[in-house]
């Protein structure tokens, strides 16, 4: 059994900043990236930030400069720094763990809304 979750979301005015945090917990095979994706209503999902287990990270164009991705005290842990937020920003945003093999394990989802 495999459990991603994610924690830090919530209510920040347009400029503020949030820090989402995401843990993958269970039995898989080692981490080969730790993902952030942005659900708006409406829309598909999609890819923000990703974090390799070599450390190589990358962004979508709409946040490359005011969001950060980082790893926790293990490879199975991952935060987002989201500065300068946008009403924009604004979705579900879900942490997803891709093991070396194997499924891909998502979480649940954190609501950011940036409203002022």
């Known amino acids: 059994h495999v459990e991603v979750e994610e924690s830090g979301g919530g209510l920040v005015q347009p400029g503020g900043s949030l820090r989402l945090s995401c843990t993958a917990s269970g039995s898989f095979y080692s981490i080969l990236s730790m993902d952030w994706w942005r659900q708006i209503p409406g829309k598909e999902r999609d890819l923000v930030a990703r974090i390799t287990v070599y450390g190589a990270t990358s962004y979508s164009d709409s946040v490359k400069g005011r969001f950060t991705i980082s790893r926790g005290n293990s490879e199975n842990e991952v935060n987002l720094q989201m500065n300068n937020l946008l009403p924009s920003d604004t979705g579900v945003y879900y942490c997803?763990?891709?093991?070396?093999?194997?499924?891909?394990?998502w979480g649940q989802g954190v609501q950011v809304t940036v409203s002022s």
């Open positions: 997803c763990a891709i093991p070396r093999s194997g499924p891909d394990y």
